[in-house]
């Protein structure tokens, strides 16, 4: 090679890739200075929704001098990503232990919401929040049944390949590689996963879109013909255990594009990379970011009313009127008004807002009803001793409820957990993610759904257990667990009518067609949230953030501003893939298949 690297030296990368597999899941960059720029004279913004990007609008909108309320039905600020106190837990002058919907991570993909932390100030740190986060180094694979554990190092490329150092050939026998020696799958299964990654790799936007999003990606991958461990690595482990959707419905153009390209292509490359791939917050999140963006976005002069539902969006001669909203138990009804509305609530929640005018004069708000949620729950178990799992996150492959998790204190280098939370006993939190609430368990055979809240609790403890100590050592010991926590949003459970109010957006196939983008017919409406359209194509915080600043933008051309607009990144495209997705076009419109793709 020109760049007088052996092809071992580029072949030794294929740990980053097996790493941001288990997972799930480089030069920093520069935040641009922002200042406050004028818009239209007294133009106000009602944002509705104050999680990520609701707050994410409210931040941009704010730095170019708009007057902005937040409305939010929550008594905190920051939706899913929030952290909250467990009730009666402190004790001695120290803080409730913390709780939280789900652990939060931030894959080194992410680029719009890194830019946000960055411009988020916070004591003593010269890059703002940014700065609290750490580097997770390993994954774990935790398998039951006697199937030896996958521990696996996280990095990027320490010498990514340079330019047009990537070719097809090296980039399949890479892959293989990886799975060969990472995952232990067969030869033949590892080649053919890797065939059909590089057959997506190099597909054309247009094949993409209206051939692969129509696709399973258990299809996809052929993971019915292929061994068990194939189906739970690289199908489950994938889909269900990481976005909390079915390998046998999720799009393959989601799953492909965002999982595998970004979370494993981008991590071997080390290119397009803000960061490492595991990296999560040195303290509770609402401690490490949310308090300190609230306090910046009050600086800046955002309002905001919490304990606030909006009730209806209204519309009328061309444009919305006002928000009915209401108090979460029908009091306190009133209508707000503003000159512009960004609607930034969960779809599921956005969605029983817009009623039949607003959804003829924009019928891509209809469109919205076929949209998909699923339930992705966290529960917390703290532990009277450390318990080193690993540095870092855990997917529990084989687990029925399809179980991740992380070891919290480990990371929180800034906090002294017994000392400063709940009764001092408490050393450590294992917070854990349960994606599978429609399967039976191994402890009551029944599904999370049919379970009360504490057999929920016991059940994934049992599953956490199963996989840990299923090789004759005893990692996690009831004697150790002091107490548990389980987000309050999920109610009804083992009753008839089970219900949680904070969802996940699912991406079966044909999800693509239905999301909207921030503009609509609207002038002086646009929407934000993970289900709008965005480059990253996945309900993630970096889709929130990526939508707040599409809504924005389109914001800004609506009122005509000479305010500068806000920077989009978008997922990295490896160049040397650029041709062979011309060809792949020119195949595409004469009906024949990708120049890779065996079947």
């Known amino acids: 090679m020109a760049s007088g690297r052996t092809r071992r030296q580029f072949l030794s990368t294929a740990g980053g890739i097996s790493g941001a597999i288990a997972l799930g899941v480089t030069a920093p960059v520069a935040a641009a200075a922002r200042t406050r720029t004028a818009a239209t004279p007294g133009a106000s913004v009602a944002v509705l929704g104050g999680g990520v990007s609701g707050l994410s609008a409210a931040h941009e909108l704010a730095e170019r001098g708009y007057a902005v309320t937040v409305y939010e039905y929550n008594t905190a600020l920051g939706g899913k990503a929030r952290s909250m106190d467990v009730p009666g837990t402190g004790s001695g002058g120290r803080k409730p232990l913390p709780g939280e919907h789900g652990f939060r991570f931030f894959p080194g993909f992410y680029r719009n919401l890194p830019d946000t932390l960055r411009r988020i100030p916070f004591p003593g740190n010269a890059n703002g929040v940014h700065d609290n986060l750490r580097d997770g180094t390993d994954a774990l694979i935790a398998r039951n049944g006697g199937r030896p554990d996958l521990h696996v190092p996280l990095r990027t490329a320490t010498a990514p390949p340079y330019l047009g150092e990537l070719t097809p050939v090296s980039l399949r026998e890479t892959i293989t590689a990886a799975l060969d020696t ?162 930034a609530l969960p779809v599921e929640h956005a969605r029983a807002t817009w009623g039949e005018a607003l959804r003829a004069a924009d ?24 318990v080193p799992i690993i540095h870092g996150h855990a997917n529990y492959v084989d687990s029925p409820w399809s179980l991740t998790s992380i070891n919290q204190a480990q990371f929180w280098d800034v906090r002294d957990f017994p000392a400063g939370y709940g009764d001092g006993e408490v050393v450590d939190c294992l917070s854990v993610c349960v994606s599978e609430w429609d399967k039976a368990g191994i402890l009551y055979g029944r599904t999370a759904k049919n379970c009360t809240r504490e057999e929920v609790v016991w059940e994934t403890w049992a599953q956490l257990k199963d996989a840990l100590n299923d090789t004759g050592r005893t990692v996690l010991d009831d004697a150790d667990l002091h107490s548990w926590f389980m987000d309050p949003a999920v109610t009804g459970i083992g009753g008839p009518d089970p219900r949680n109010r904070e969802q ?33 194509d996945l309900a993630t915080m970096e889709g929130a953030n990526e939508s707040a600043r599409l809504a924005v933008n389109a914001l800004l051309d609506a009122d005509g501003s000479g305010a500068k607009r806000c920077q989009i990144w978008t997922l990295y495209r490896p160049p040397e893939m650029e041709p062979l997705k011309r060809i792949d076009e020119v195949r595409y419109r004469l009906g024949l298949p990708n120049t890779f793709d065996l079947g």
């Open 504 to 536: 996940l957006l699912v991406h079966p196939t044909g999800t693509w067609y239905k999301r909207p983008t921030a503009a609509t017919s609207v002038p002086n409406f646009f929407l934000a949230g993970d289900y709008v359209r965005t480059d990253v």
């Open 182 to 343: 990472g995952l232990h799958l067969p030869g033949h299964e590892a080649a053919y996963f890797a065939n059909r990654l590089l057959v997506h790799l190099t597909s054309c936007d247009q094949r993409r879109d209206m051939q692969w999003e129509k696709v399973p990606w258990w299809e996809f991958i052929r993971a019915e013909q292929m061994s068990y461990d194939y189906q739970r690595l690289l199908g489950v482990g994938l889909t269900r255990n990481l976005v909390a959707t079915k390998a046998e419905e999720a799009s393959t153009r989601t799953v492909a594009r965002t999982v595998v390209e970004a979370f494993v292509i981008e991590g071997i490359l080390g290119r397009g990379q803000d960061g490492q791939p595991d990296r999560v917050l040195n303290a509770p999140t609402s401690e490490a970011w949310i308090d300190p963006w609230v306090a910046h976005l009050r600086s800046l002069g955002v309002a905001f009313e919490l304990g606030t539902e909006v009730k209806e969006v209204v519309y009328g001669g061309g444009r919305i009127t006002g928000v009915r909203v209401a108090a979460p138990d029908g009091s306190a009804a009133r209508t707000v008004t503003a000159d512009y509305y960004v609607s």
């Open 363 to 386: 019928p891509q708000l209809a469109r919205c009803d076929g949209l998909r949620t699923d339930w992705m729950v966290g529960v917390q178990f703290y532990l009277r001793k450390p």
